[in-house]
């Protein structure tokens, strides 16, 4: 297993090197969406303004407070609590926020599913996953809200954040078909049937 620091945006060759219990520290910039953005997006046909070729998603729709814009605050927004959301739910919309945004790094929680897997081993991409109850922390990596597009979804805007020492994050899912959820389900399915066979259930 290696660490990798990547400074954003990060080419697909970048990305296809990391592997499955890998770590990943991110700098720079990290994108925030959630549902509501990527039905406008992707089922609607709004365009954002933002470049995500090469860069990375977190789900989440943040806890912000309007403020006055300002050098401190450039998008109007100052930063509450900024956790990670399940992704499952946000599954359809892998393959395209690759190949028509050309995104190579998706942050969630819970992991993701086949359609995904396929997705990052065609297109070039990876999941990193957080653990559930880690938003205080998060909020710590993000040292601005530096710009926000498609606000009138707010609080699931299209969110651009400024990020130092973002991490480290685990490579759950990477793009040579591996997913660390199928090796935990496949572990606990072999323990199960084990466990039946043991008391003559099976």
Not at 155 to 172: M, T
């Amino acid at each position: 297993m290696a660490h990798y620091e990547l400074t954003m945006p990060v080419t697909e060759e970048q990305v296809r090197a990391l592997r499955v219990g890998d770590t990943v520290t991110l700098q720079k910039t990290l994108f925030g969406i959630r549902d509501a953005s990527y039905i406008a997006m992707f089922d609607k046909g709004r365009k954002t303004r933002f470049d995500l070729n090469g860069h990375a998603v977190i789900h989440t729709a943040p806890n912000v407070r309007k403020v006055e814009i300002s050098e401190e605050f450039p998008a109007g927004y100052q930063s509450v609590c900024i956790g990670t959301t399940t992704s499952s739910r946000m599954e359809r919309f892998t393959g395209q926020l690759i190949e028509q945004c050309g995104v190579r790094i998706i942050i969630g929680k819970g992991g993701m599913h086949e359609g995904s897997l396929k997705a990052f081993k065609e297109l070039g991409g990876v999941y990193l996953g957080i653990v559930g109850g880690t938003a205080a922390l998060e909020t710590t990596w993000i040292e601005q809200i530096e710009d926000v597009d498609l606000d009138d979804l707010n609080p699931e805007s299209l969110w651009k954040f400024r990020i130092r020492d973002f991490g480290p994050l685990l490579v759950a899912m990477d793009s040579h078909g591996n997913s660390l959820y199928d090796e935990v389900n496949d572990s606990v399915q072999s323990r199960r049937d084990a466990v039946l066979a043991s008391l003559g259930a099976n």
